[in-house]
């Protein structure tokens, strides 16, 4: 690489930025956090990048957990900006094209979503506050970074049947499925009301179950819960996600079997087991793709880290200002 030539982009750059000169002779006032290479990150492009990450972290997160992921999450930001940087670089140096990736990915928005034309797009985002020109640059650099790791090893990574089945045997524990009961239920609270009621009223139910009544009709008649509807329908849970005493009450149930009325910190409960299915490993057939899978990413990843770090050693990066939270 010229380093003459980076060194004068890099001035020419500096004195732009630092004298705060735009287009429209307005002064600004911005810093360069970064050099990497010939290009630059600046102050701005690292606000940008924070607030997307908040951002994005606000749709899974919230309150507390929010703030603690973010603060976490954050202080590696300007670590994957450079690296990135250095791929959207690597894949310019490869000469690596995807429109016609981009544009697949547009047509297949079309095809799902239901637009007529990309205008149809660009309104739909706009309406969500997205503006279609930055959403469609992102998705070119996201898929230029993948190209970049694709054509520089990650077509050649395989995974051998052998590795797939050793996995298997020695992670047994990963492929166990608990103990699951499927039940119904009769739901009485206990909210309010003086005991001698809630007897009779559970003595009445057992008499006319005793008689012969079926548990669901019984369910919809007398359940106060939301499984009233559904005729007492509580689907499949599995142990030791129910409540301690509702699962002692079913644990030595025979399918079709009612227990005795089960007391809870709010309220009463007469269960009957539909089905019970016993803790077991997954097959190997059940789980060999979802093993191939982890096998895969998990070399991807130590290759890509080798690749970044390669990547790091041969390129120009100059950080210069540590922590750039501190100027926001």
């Known amino acids: 690489m010229d380093m003459n030539r980076i060194n004068k982009k890099i001035i ?50 919230q309150g507390e957990e929010l703030e603690a992921q973010y603060k976490k999450i954050r202080k590696g930001l300007l670590d994957r900006m450079i690296t990135d940087l250095l791929l959207i670089q690597e894949a310019e140096k490869q000469a690596i094209d995807v429109s016609g990736q981009l544009e697949n990915m547009i ?3 079309k095809e799902q979503y239901g637009f007529s034309s990309i205008e149809e797009i ?13 959403w469609l640059d992102i998705q070119e650099k996201q898929l230029l970074k993948e190209s970049v790791i694709f054509y520089s090893f990650g077509k050649d990574i395989a995974v051998d049947g052998t590795e797939v089945v050793n996995y298997y045997r020695q992670n047994q524990d990963e492929f166990m499925v608990p103990t699951t009961f499927e ?9 309010g009301r003086i005991e001698e009621e809630l007897r009779g009223k559970r ?12 548990f669901e009709d019984l369910a919809k008649k007398y359940s106060e819960g939301p499984y009233r509807e559904t ?19 079913v644990d030595n149930l025979e399918i079709g079997e009612v227990s005795p009325w089960v007391h809870t910190s709010n309220g009463w409960y007469l269960l009957k087991l539909i089905d019970k299915k016993e803790e077991h490993v997954k097959s190997f057939d ?24 390669e990547l790091k050693e041969k390129s120009y990066i100059e950080i210069k200002i540590q922590d750039p939270y501190t100027l926001l």
């Open 183 to 191: 039940l119904k239920a009769i739901y009485l609270s206990d909210t």
């Open 286 to 309: 059940e789980v060999r793709e979802e093993i191939e899978n982890k096998i895969f990413q998990k070399k991807r990843e130590e290759k890509t880290i080798k690749y970044i770090e």
């Open 203 to 214: 003595e009445e139910i057992l008499g006319k179950l005793e008689a012969g009544e079926g």
């Open 122 to 134: 660009k309104r739909a985002m706009s309406q969500q506050g997205i503006d279609y020109e930055s």
């Open 12 to 61: 020419i750059l500096v004195i732009l930025l630092i004298a705060g000169i735009q287009a429209n002779g307005e002064e600004v006032v911005e810093a360069i956090v970064a050099v990497v290479n010939g290009d630059i990150i600046t102050l701005s492009d690292f606000k940008q990048q924070d607030q997307a990450l908040y951002q994005s972290l606000s749709g899974e997160y």
């Open 231 to 249: 005729g007492g329908e509580l689907g499949s849970i599995e142990k030791g996600t129910l409540e301690k005493t509702l699962e002692e009450g």
């Open 107 to 109: 047509e297949n928005m």
